[in-house]
């Protein structure tokens, strides 16, 4: 029921900013909560903040106060805005989509496909 696209991923060094956009499709696409992940290699995927179809935002405590998701839901578009980057923020980042926000990536229905941050020291 749902397709999503992630897209602006890149290296860049640390101190710098990303911007990742997700683009959601499908009939019932407006209605889903909206999560970022990421996974680093030998690392299991975690969770970074999602976005609920009100506009309910929440973060992981490695990203608050850096990290900032925001939903545009008449384009079906989430940012997520990536500033004063660090290594240790170096991942593949995933879009993911449900019908509620949980930390654990199980209880997400639907993925994209993942783009890669590297932020270099």
């Known amino acids: 029921q749902v397709q999503l696209v992630e897209s602006g991923g890149g290296l860049v060094q640390a101190g710098g900013s990303l911007r990742l956009s997700c683009v959601a499709s499908?009939?019932?696409?407006?209605?889903?909560?909206v999560g970022w992940f990421r996974q680093a290699p030998d690392k299991e995927r975690e969770f970074v903040t999602a976005?609920?179809?009100?506009?309910?935002?929440y973060y992981a405590d490695s990203v608050k106060g850096r990290f900032t998701i925001s939903r545009v839901n008449a384009k079906s578009t989430v940012y997520l805005q990536m500033n004063s980057l660090k290594p240790e923020d170096t991942a593949v980042y995933y879009c993911a989509a449900g019908d509620g926000i949980r930390v654990a990536p199980e209880h997400w229905g639907y993925w994209g496909q993942g783009t890669q941050v590297t932020v270099s020291s």
């Open positions: 499908g009939r019932t696409a407006s209605t889903y909560a």
């Open positions: 976005i609920t179809w009100g506009g309910g935002v």
